[in-house]
């Protein structure tokens, strides 16, 4: 009996097992060969995020593909930007490291206009003696703490004289304390690094995977990953080809006096009230997100960076009106001064807000949401002008200073 299990045991690992695992690798081969052939040469190549042991997800260096509909090239130094640079600085070298997530980044924005590049441009007409280097290192999805994260990796090599923090809504979601990796986690995503970027079927199996899961726990915590998944694949498809919409353009713009703004009244729409504020503020991930600023601004107390934050903000839209074609604040100026509130504790801090009022919102593509065209221009104008006149003369002088 003893022999006949023994031997049923070597049958199992000698045949049984081998077969299974040649069957499994078959099967993927055929599953990855199958992907490869109906994917869409215009999408560049998998490998758009690579994963993180601190921040979870960054964007691989050297990547050529597509993002949100527009065509998009990763550099050596994990920024959106077609050039190359080297990290060494010249004599009259001024570094803006850009950090923020996919608003700063420019989602589904052409790179020409996207704010970071256009405030570069308008930074280079306004002293063309200074080398200005204005770095995109946003990364779509990404929340302040891992902000917060990438600052502290990226920080010492960049050695950036200016560190802008791109402040978007959603970026109150999911802030947590940056972690210390240990060797097993760093050793598993890099390994998963590689599969991202070398294997093409991997976000197929990803969402089976999270899929089934959802089907059998009936969690929506895996649904809502499962969706995130699909979403994530379908900006990085090329079917709808954003870059040549006509809200992309740069085009002329009307600017409304300040007596039009102080004057206008949206007769329909919200009113103005702070129960908006005080929802927000009793929410868990508030404090979270509040943690996640503080140690932004220690930084820059300490003198480690020279941070400011930047607020991506627009009123709401007068809907409610027929004809209107007006921004309002509906309440919403309250929430967006509590945002500088906490953010210029000691620290600089503006906001597109109020500029966006003075705008006629067609003229505004996603000025609320990813902007795009002339909201950009909005945007790097108010960063510009605040820059050139609350953040930069101070550093300009010091530069000027001869060296003892």
């Avoid at 020279?306 to 409610?320: D, G, M, T």
């Amino acid at each position: 009996m003893a022999v006949t299990a023994a031997g049923g045991w070597r049958k199992v690992l000698t045949i049984s097992v081998p077969a299974a695992v040649v069957g499994v690798l078959v099967a993927q081969g055929a599953m990855e060969l199958w992907v490869r052939a109906r994917w869409d040469p215009r999408r560049g190549r998998p490998g758009f995020f690579l994963s993180d042991p601190i921040r979870g997800q960054r964007l691989a260096a050297g990547y050529d593909g597509w993002f949100a509909g527009v065509p998009v090239h990763i550099n050596s130094l994990e920024l959106r930007d077609p050039r190359e640079y080297d990290l060494k600085k010249g004599p009259n070298t001024i570094r803006i490291l850009m950090l923020g997530d996919s608003v700063t980044f420019g989602h589904g924005s052409v790179y020409e206009h996207t704010y970071p590049y256009l405030t570069e441009q308008r930074l280079k007409a306004w002293r063309p003696d200074i080398d200005w280097q204005v770095w995109n290192a946003a990364v779509p999805g990404y929340n302040t703490s891992q902000e917060l994260g990438h600052l502290l990796e990226v920080g010492g090599r960049f050695a950036p004289d200016v560190v802008v923090v791109g402040f978007f809504k959603n970026d109150l979601v999911d802030n947590q304390p940056v972690p210390r990796p240990g060797r097993l986690r760093i050793a598993a995503y890099n390994l998963l690094s590689v599969a991202r970027r070398h294997v093409y079927s991997l976000e197929l199996y990803k969402q089976v995977y999270l899929t089934g899961v959802w089907r059998l726990s009936g969690s929506d915590e895996y649904r809502l990953r499962a969706e995130h998944v699909g979403v994530e694949e379908g900006l990085l498809s090329s079917a709808a080809d954003a870059s040549a919409l006509r809200e992309q353009q740069l085009t002329p713009f009307e600017r409304l006096s300040d007596e039009q703004v102080r004057h206008f009244d949206c007769k329909y729409g919200m009113r103005p009230g702070p129960e908006g504020v005080r929802v927000m503020q009793r929410d868990p991930a508030f404090a979270a997100w509040v943690e996640a600023v503080r140690r932004l601004q220690q930084l820059n107390r300490e003198g480690r960076y020279r941070i400011v934050f930047f607020v991506n903000a627009a009123p709401p839209i007068c809907r409610e009106d027929p004809g209107t074609d007006r921004f309002y604040d509906g309440g919403s100026k309250a929430v967006d001064d509590l945002y500088l509130q906490i953010l210029g504790d000691g620290t600089p801090a503006v906001s597109t807000y109020d500029e966006f009022l003075h705008m006629r919102p067609s003229q505004m593509p996603n000025a609320a949401d990813h902007s795009i065209g002339n909201s950009n221009v909005v945007k790097a104008d108010v960063l510009f002008g605040f820059l050139r006149d609350c953040v930069l003369p101070k550093l300009i002088r010091k530069s000027a200073e001869p060296s003892r």
